[in-house]
């Protein structure tokens, strides 16, 4: 594994950190304001400059590894820049590299049809339109993908829908244009696995009501959301199924590689800005006669977070660097250690940088308190910390016997 990153990645990693510098840092503290003054759940002006700005300069669908529809970028090279982005929860959608869009996008692109990438890929590549991802489950625990109970049943040239989700990421945004659903269409399948299958939902569709706003920490994730949705006879064209009835699993494994990897690549961004806030107040404020910086136990803490992001900095690449070469598959391994460690260690990092600011850090006066509650629900979305350990453990023993 070369540490050195190439002319290319120096070069985007200098312009991203300048695109930081001059627009997102500036409006971090007011972009809630705008946000809410475009009615909460409709995408800021704002956004749409910064849109703008971000394709004019280049820094654009930096995540895409096809050169057809993104920058040709491999996982390895995409880390420092996810890192980037990570710093503030925003931003990466500035550049159109925010979920729960890069997952369809990447669905969209390596198992859509031709016709499902005409219709719904290239508005999403372009920016014109925004999405949703709904598989969760109130009734059912859906770490188990397989418990889904959202039916997918054929009835002539069409599907119908029937079931109840939540945590469909994205759903509330008024340019969302669809929903990718996974539900089930073969429930006597022997093969578990073989049961769910993946469609493709137009929001807007009679029998798709939006149940109630959800909110995580006190967050309602706006203007994105990830709301409560019921499904009653919701019928759509047969074309929008994904790849075939019974694949949705596949589609699902295909789609969650990387995405867990970008959010490990983001969240030590997070940490790491965590970190920096961390020694800036430590040197800023004094107690019991001298700078918080002069006290042991804080010392401790800044230096133990300086090695565990280090430490998941590290498996982070290495995991992007096995999907390079080997492809996702054979570095699922390192995918489940990077997904267990990565939030695990931001959610500590930051709580560490939270009680050197006291009072203020469960404020909005700094990005702490809204970047901890990220960090903490990201232990359970995209599969919770016991699910990877036990997929971890499983392949560990069977390559060691």
Same mark, same amino acid.
């Given at each position: 594994?070369? #540490?050195?990153? /190439? *002319?290319?990645? +120096?070069?985007? =990693?200098?312009? @991203?950190? %300048?695109?930081?510098?001059?627009?997102?840092?500036?409006?971090?503290?007011?972009?809630?304001?705008?946000?809410?003054?475009?009615?909460?759940?409709?995408?800021?002006?704002?956004?749409?400059?910064?849109?703008?700005?971000?394709?004019?300069?280049?820094?654009?669908?930096?995540?895409?590894?096809?050169?057809?529809?993104?920058?040709?970028?491999?996982?390895?090279?995409?880390?420092?820049?996810?890192?980037?982005?990570?710093?503030?929860?925003?931003?990466?959608?500035? #550049?159109?590299? /925010? *979920?729960?869009? +890069?997952?369809? =996008?990447?669905? @969209?692109? %390596?198992?859509?049809?031709?016709?499902?990438?005409?219709?719904?890929?290239?508005?999403?590549?372009?920016?014109?339109?925004?999405?949703?991802?709904?598989?969760?489950?109130?009734?059912?625990?859906?770490?188990?993908?397989?418990?889904?109970?959202?039916?997918?049943?054929?009835?002539?040239?069409?599907?119908?829908?029937?079931?109840?989700?939540?945590?469909?990421?994205?759903?509330?945004?008024?340019?969302?244009?669809?929903?990718?659903?996974?539900?089930?269409?073969?429930?006597?399948?022997?093969?578990?696995?073989?049961?769910?299958?993946?469609?493709?939902?137009?929001?807007?569709?009679?029998?798709?009501?939006?149940?109630?706003?959800?909110?995580?920490?006190?967050?309602?994730?706006?203007?994105?959301?990830?709301?409560?949705?019921?499904?009653?006879?919701?019928?759509?064209?047969?074309?929008?199924?994904?790849?075939?009835?019974?694949?949705?699993?596949?589609?699902?494994?295909?789609?969650?590689?990387?995405?867990?990897?970008?959010?490990?690549?983001?969240?030590?961004?997070?940490?790491?800005?965590?970190?920096?806030?961390?020694?800036?107040?430590?040197?800023?404020?004094?107690?019991?006669?001298?700078?918080?910086?002069?006290?042991?136990?804080?010392?401790?803490?800044?230096?133990?977070?300086?090695?565990?992001?280090?430490?998941?900095?590290?498996?982070?690449?290495?995991?992007?660097?096995?999907?390079?070469?080997?492809?996702?598959?054979?570095?699922?391994?390192?995918?489940?250690?990077?997904?267990?460690?990565?939030?695990?260690?931001?959610?500590?990092?930051?709580?560490?940088?939270?009680?050197?600011?006291?009072?203020?850090?469960?404020?909005?006066?700094?990005?702490?308190?809204?970047?901890?509650?990220?960090?903490?629900?990201?232990?359970?979305?995209?599969?919770?910390?016991?699910?990877?350990?036990?997929?971890?453990?499983?392949?560990?023993?069977?390559?060691?016997?």
């Amino acid at each position: 594994m070369d #540490f050195q990153f /190439s *002319a290319k990645v +120096t070069d985007l =990693i200098g312009r @991203l950190t %300048r695109f930081m510098d001059e627009h997102i840092y500036p409006l971090e503290a007011d972009y809630g304001r705008h946000v809410e003054q475009a009615g909460g759940w409709e995408t800021p002006p704002i956004m749409d400059e910064l849109k703008q700005k971000a394709k004019d300069e280049g820094l654009w669908n930096l995540f895409l590894p096809e050169e057809a529809y993104g920058a040709g970028l491999t996982n390895l090279e995409y880390a420092p820049l996810a890192e980037i982005m990570g710093r503030v929860s925003w931003a990466s959608e500035v #550049f159109n590299c /925010s *979920a729960p869009d +890069t997952g369809n =996008i990447e669905v @969209l692109a %390596r198992y859509g049809s031709d016709a499902q990438k005409e219709k719904w890929l290239m508005p999403l590549l372009d920016g014109q339109t925004r999405s949703c991802f709904s598989m969760t489950e109130p009734a059912v625990a859906s770490s188990d993908a397989t418990n889904v109970e959202c039916q997918i049943v054929r009835d002539g040239d069409s599907y119908l829908i029937n079931g109840r989700k939540w945590f469909s990421s994205g759903f509330s945004n008024e340019r969302c244009a669809f929903a990718i659903v996974m539900g089930k269409s073969d429930p006597d399948n022997d093969q578990r696995h073989l049961q769910q299958s993946m469609i493709i939902v137009p929001k807007g569709t009679p029998g798709m009501i939006l149940v109630r706003d959800i909110t995580t920490f006190g967050y309602k994730g706006q203007p994105g959301g990830h709301p409560e949705i019921l499904f009653e006879n919701v019928r759509v064209p047969a074309e929008n199924l994904i790849l075939g009835e019974g694949r949705g699993f596949e589609v699902a494994q295909g789609r969650l590689g990387p995405g867990r990897i970008h959010h490990c690549m983001r969240f030590i961004g997070s940490a790491q800005r965590a970190l920096e806030l961390m020694c800036q107040r430590a040197e800023q404020r004094y107690a019991f006669g001298k700078r918080l910086s002069e006290h042991g136990s804080l010392r401790e803490d800044i230096s133990r977070s300086f090695c565990e992001i280090e430490q998941a900095r590290l498996l982070t690449l290495k995991a992007a660097d096995k999907m390079d070469r080997d492809g996702n598959k054979a570095a699922r391994d390192l995918i489940a250690a990077a997904k267990i460690v990565v939030p695990k260690m931001a959610t500590e990092v930051i709580d560490r940088a939270i009680q050197v600011h006291g009072a203020m850090g469960f404020t909005e006066d700094t990005f702490l308190a809204k970047a901890y509650a990220n960090a903490r629900y990201i232990r359970v979305g995209d599969g919770p910390d016991q699910v990877h350990l036990a997929s971890l453990a499983r392949q560990l023993l069977r390559r060691y016997n």
